[in-house]
């Protein structure tokens, strides 16, 4: 059998934040196909800015000072085995061969930033 990660049911990070939010949020979504009509949400817009604006700025840019020697961008990964899917912002690639997501004070500058820009 094939895994097809357009056809298997998986669910999101996002989902599972909005299922810790209200659960009857993610059943209209999911089982009732009903759309949340993100496009309509500030929020939702002004984080999307922020993401596209981070994945053009700085692209070269190699944190030495964790070890880095790599990156890649907006990197999709998905697992059969928990069913879950999602995109991760930025992979970093270690000197000791070791991969990790890019975590910590990135999201602390990035709200710091997007409330600075937001007064």
């Known amino acids: 059998m ?3 990660t357009e056809t298997t049911p998986m669910i999101t990070p996002s989902e599972v934040i909005e299922y810790l939010y ?27 800015e922020l993401h596209e604006r981070r994945e053009k700025t700085n692209i070269d840019y190699i944190r030495k000072r964790l070890g880095c020697v790599d990156k ?9 085995e928990l ?4 995109v991760i912002d930025e992979v970093l690639h270690l000197s000791d061969s070791t991969v990790a997501p890019a975590l910590g004070m990135d999201i602390f500058t990035s709200q710091m930033r997007f409330k600075e820009q937001s007064n």
């Open 2 to 4: 094939i895994f097809d």
């Open 22 to 48: 209200c659960p009857r949020f993610t059943y209209f979504m999911n089982c009732l196909n009903i759309p949340q009509h993100e496009e309509l949400r500030y929020k939702v817009l002004k984080g999307r």
């Open 72 to 80: 890649e961008i907006s990197v999709y990964i998905a697992s059969k």
């Open 83 to 86: 069913g879950v899917r999602g």
